[in-house]
């Protein structure tokens, strides 16, 4: 393969916040009496805040207004930003390190392409927000993955055609983003459930057999 650049998904590929995610909607739809466990939380990997609510109310037994849906996710978001606090570079899942230096040996350029809007805080608290050639997250994008839009910015970024960037992805709408970006599309976790992957890996390091 011919790879000039690698975009890391954030949550749940460097680091677990996926799973202050599921804490956070489950403590909104335990308030709000709303059926809720990891299997509908596993749609809403990838997707933004706001398409994440809509997800979760389509189980409710009332309708919301724009302002309820709209204070929903402060709720939400106050609750995942203080789960977030305790946050360090330890918390970087295993493996994430050989394949970062296995890039770097390798002049592969890195980015981060993430639906999230509190990205750059968790890089921060990770000590990771100068370690990437790029960034592109949910501040910059109109349309959450499984539109391409975030991948396709990082690759802008980094100044690398689509066809020459990899991404990485527990998600499957992440993995759907990057396939139709034009990417190679390599699945981790939750998004090794989706039949669209190139390629699917247990753990990080193994993304070294791939570059
Ligand atoms: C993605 C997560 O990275 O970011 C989604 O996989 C989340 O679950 C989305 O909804 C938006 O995150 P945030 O931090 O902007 O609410
Ligand atoms: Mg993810």
Not at 49 to 68: C, G, H, Q
Not at 165 to 190: R, T, W, Y
Request: aromatic share 8%; with cysteine.
């Amino acid at each position: 393969m011919n790879i000039k650049a690698v975009i890391f998904d954030l949550d749940g590929v460097i680091v677990s916040t996926d799973q202050y995610h599921y804490k956070a909607w489950k403590e909104l739809a335990d308030k709000e009496n709303i059926p809720f466990d990891e299997t509908i939380n596993n749609r809403l990997r990838g997707v933004s805040r706001m398409e994440s609510l809509e997800i979760i109310l389509k189980n409710a037994d009332r309708s919301y207004n724009d302002k309820e849906k709209f204070e929903l996710t402060e709720y939400k978001n106050d609750i995942y930003r203080k789960s977030l606090e305790d946050l360090s570079k330890e918390d970087i899942l295993p493996g994430f390190w050989d394949a970062y230096h296995h890039c770097r040996d390798k002049d592969i350029l890195m980015a981060v392409g993430s639906s999230s809007k509190n990205t750059k805080k968790i890089l921060k608290a990770i000590d990771l927000d100068d370690a990437f050639d790029a960034v592109a997250d949910g501040t910059d994008i109109e349309n959450s993955k499984p539109d391409p839009e975030v991948f396709w910015t990082a690759a802008a970024r980094l100044g690398v055609d689509s066809k020459f960037c990899l991404v990485v992805e527990d998600a499957v709408s992440g993995i759907e983003a990057a396939k139709n970006g034009g990417m190679v599309a390599v699945a981790i976790g939750d998004a090794t459930s989706s039949d669209k992957a190139d390629h699917t890996i247990k753990h990080l390091r193994e993304l070294i057999k791939l570059l």
